[in-house]
């Protein structure tokens, strides 16, 4: 990671295609429809999932290119960008950023304080943060687009793939995050081990109204969310008791959860399409 970091948060649709494109004419041997780029902070392509993340955060939480300048600035150095590709459109559909320190300096850890009532060396001593990497799942976004139907599922979670395979080459071994209701709901079905930051409860955070601060064994991450496809797959059964309409839209959405567990868990069809860049 560089010290000195330009960044840019506007970035018109058509550079946004320029720079893709380009990715992808570097790229003849992908196949299939998405692909995730792994960018460093001085790149093009960090400058798009800069730009989706404003676009996405204003809409939701109306964080325009400013707040996400002042949030974000002193990060920026130390963050890497997972940016999933829709090689079809030839547009960005979604992007997760990771800030890299050792305890002190990533985003939640340094936030967590102020809404939590907890400092952080205690923070730290209570999730044994006293070494080793620590990654910062800092943001996530998809564009609406991509969140029904079966490109919801390839593109949520070739970002959580991403997460699990390119941390375990950096040999994280801490992770934390600050969560709004939804992706605390969708990260937690898929069985990822999520702890309350130093026994914190909800709270509001940069325009989400219920916000949670989590830390998790980066380690135990993979396998507990591969054995979660288990559990799904058992409470998605067909039996005469969820035959009802409610029953059967849970059974279904078990159905789903569990595919969505397994591809991340274990990266079946989902590996080959991650791009190392940085």
Excluded at 73 to 98: H, K, T
Excluded at 228 to 251: I, N
Aim: glycine letters at 10%.
């Amino acid at each position: 990671m560089t010290a000195t970091t330009r960044t840019r948060y506007e970035l018109a649709p058509a550079q946004a295609r320029r720079i893709t494109g380009n990715f992808l004419a570097g790229h003849p041997e992908l196949r299939g429809r998405f692909v995730c780029a792994v960018a460093g902070p001085d790149t093009e392509l960090a400058d798009v999932g800069r730009a989706l993340e404003r676009q996405i955060f204003e809409h939701s939480f109306g964080n325009d290119a400013a707040v996400m300048a002042a949030e974000y600035g002193p990060y920026e150095a130390n963050s890497l960008f997972f940016v999933v590709i829709d090689r079809r459109r030839r547009i960005p559909a979604g992007v997760a950023r990771m800030i890299e320190s050792t305890g002190r300096g990533v985003k939640t850890v340094d936030d967590a304080p102020q809404h939590i009532g907890v400092d952080i060396d205690t923070i730290l001593a209570a999730h044994g943060m006293d070494g080793g990497l620590v990654w910062d799942c800092a943001t996530l976004a998809v564009l609406p687009a991509y969140r029904g139907g079966r490109s919801s599922l390839i593109v949520s979670s070739l970002l959580y793939r991403t997460f699990l395979v390119v941390g375990g080459r950096r040999d994280v071994r801490h992770a934390v995050s600050m969560l709004d209701r939804g992706a605390y709901r969708n990260i937690g079905m898929m069985g990822t081990p999520l702890q309350p930051l130093a026994g914190s409860g909800p709270f509001a955070y940069l325009g989400s109204p219920e916000n949670r601060a989590v830390y998790m064994d980066f380690p135990a991450i993979a396998p507990a969310v591969a054995a979660q496809a288990a559990v799904h797959r058992e409470a998605g059964r067909l039996r005469p008791a969820v035959l009802r309409p409610s029953g059967l839209r849970r059974t279904l959405t078990r159905r789903v959860a569990a595919t969505v567990s397994e591809r991340v868990g274990t990266g079946k069809d989902l590996d080959e399409l991650i791009v190392m860049l940085a």
